[in-house]
C-alpha cells in the first residue's frame, strides 16, 4: 500500500501506452510541479462528474503512470509525457488539496504463459481487421505504427489502446487479474466491434 498523486480523467488509460496531458487547472499544475523530483502518479476513470473542478465519482481501478518528460509554459500551463506502467486499485481516497491523493495497492501480473504468446498473431490480424473496416466506414484512425509487442500482456494493452473501443470497455480490462482472461476480453471486445462496424 502507498499514498500516490491521483489524476481523474474522462479517459481510460492502460499500461504501456502512451498518455499526453495537457494540464492548466491549478491543483494538477501543483501535480505537475512535483513530477521532475518523483515521477510517478496514478490515474483513474471519472465515473461521474467532470475532470475539472472536483466533485466528481470515480472508478477504483487504474493505472500507475510514470512521467517521461514535464514542461511549463511561459503561462504557468503544463504539458506533460507520462506512460502507463502498472494496475492498481484505489483503497482509499485521501483530502483533494492541493492536488487528489489515494492509498493504492500496485496489481501485479504473471508472467505470459507460451501458449499466451502464440495468440498474438492472432490478436494482431483482428485489430488491423476491425481498424481497416474502421476506416472504411469513415472513423478516424490515428496515424500510428499498429505492430503489437511479441509479449502478449503488452500487446493486449496495446490493442486495446489503439482499438475503437468504449471507454468502459477499456475500464473493465483493468479490473481482470489474469492476462489470458484480459486477452480473451479484448479479442471479444474486437469481435463485438467488428459486428457493429459492419452494421453501419
Not at 53 to 69: I, K, S, Y
Not at 154 to 164: N, S
Not at 167 to 187: E, K, N, T, W
Amino acid at each position: 500500500m502507498a499514498v500516490l498523486p491521483m489524476f481523474p480523467l474522462g479517459s481510460t488509460v492502460l499500461p504501456h501506452v502512451l498518455l499526453p496531458l495537457h494540464v492548466f487547472e491549478e491543483r494538477y499544475r501543483a501535480l505537475a510541479r512535483r513530477l521532475s523530483a518523483e515521477p510517478d502518479f496514478g490515474t483513474v476513470l471519472i465515473e461521474r462528474g467532470h475532470e475539472v473542478g472536483g466533485g466528481d465519482t470515480r472508478f477504483t481501478h487504474g493505472t500507475l503512470v510514470r512521467t517521461l518528460d514535464a514542461e511549463e509554459l511561459p503561462d504557468g500551463r503544463w504539458v506533460v509525457a507520462a506512460v502507463g506502467v502498472q494496475r492498481l486499485r484505489v483503497l482509499e481516497w485521501l483530502d483533494d488539496d492541493p492536488y487528489p491523493r489515494a492509498e493504492i495497492e500496485l496489481l501485479e501480473d504473471r508472467p505470459a504463459a507460451s501458449e499466451e504468446a502464440d495468440r498474438v498473431p492472432q490478436l494482431q490480424a483482428r485489430l488491423e481487421q476491425v481498424l481497416d473496416l474502421h476506416r472504411q466506414v469513415g472513423g478516424g484512425v490515428p496515424d500510428v505504427d499498429t505492430t503489437l509487442a511479441p509479449d502478449p500482456v503488452v500487446a493486449t494493452w496495446q490493442a486495446a489502446a489503439l482499438a475503437p473501443l468504449q471507454q468502459l470497455d477499456r475500464q473493465q480490462l483493468l479490473g481482470i487479474d489474469v492476462p489470458a482472461a484480459r486477452l480473451d476480453r479484448v479479442l471479444s471486445l474486437l469481435d463485438d466491434t467488428e459486428q457493429l462496424l459492419q452494421a453501419l
